[in-house]
């Protein structure tokens, strides 16, 4: 799935009760693939909407959420609470799925130094 702003790693819904994973990216390890999947699928039961992990053209992933405009189960703050709480425990993943990105689609350099 691509667009001229992002490219989706992977993505759920919690209408359609499906979970989409970008073939492009299919040499993750599987252990990461199924992590995403649980992750993405979770969040879209528990917060009732459609989720995308997407990369922005510099490789940072972005939670992008959408709702059907007649879901009255959606709560906008809980939502944006849901996604700091799972950028806060799935950081190093997240962080690590930004590296390979950049590294292998964007073709830079890998930065390995520890920041100060």
Do not use: W
């Amino acid at each position: 799935m691509y667009n001229e702003d992002y490219v989706t790693l992977c993505g759920s819904s919690g209408y359609e009760k499906k979970f989409y994973f970008n073939e492009a990216f299919d040499n993750l390890p599987d252990s990461i693939k199924d992590e995403l999947k649980i992750m993405c699928v979770l969040f879209t039961e528990e917060v009732s909407c459609v989720l995308t992990l997407d990369f922005d053209e510099e490789g940072t992933l972005h939670f992008n959420v959408r709702t059907e405009e007649d879901d009255l189960l959606f709560d906008d703050i809980s939502c944006g609470l849901k996604i700091k709480e799972m950028q806060m425990k799935k950081k190093e993943l997240l962080e690590s799925l930004e590296l390979y990105y950049k590294v292998f689609a964007l073709g830079e350099s890998p930065d390995l130094e520890e920041p100060s």
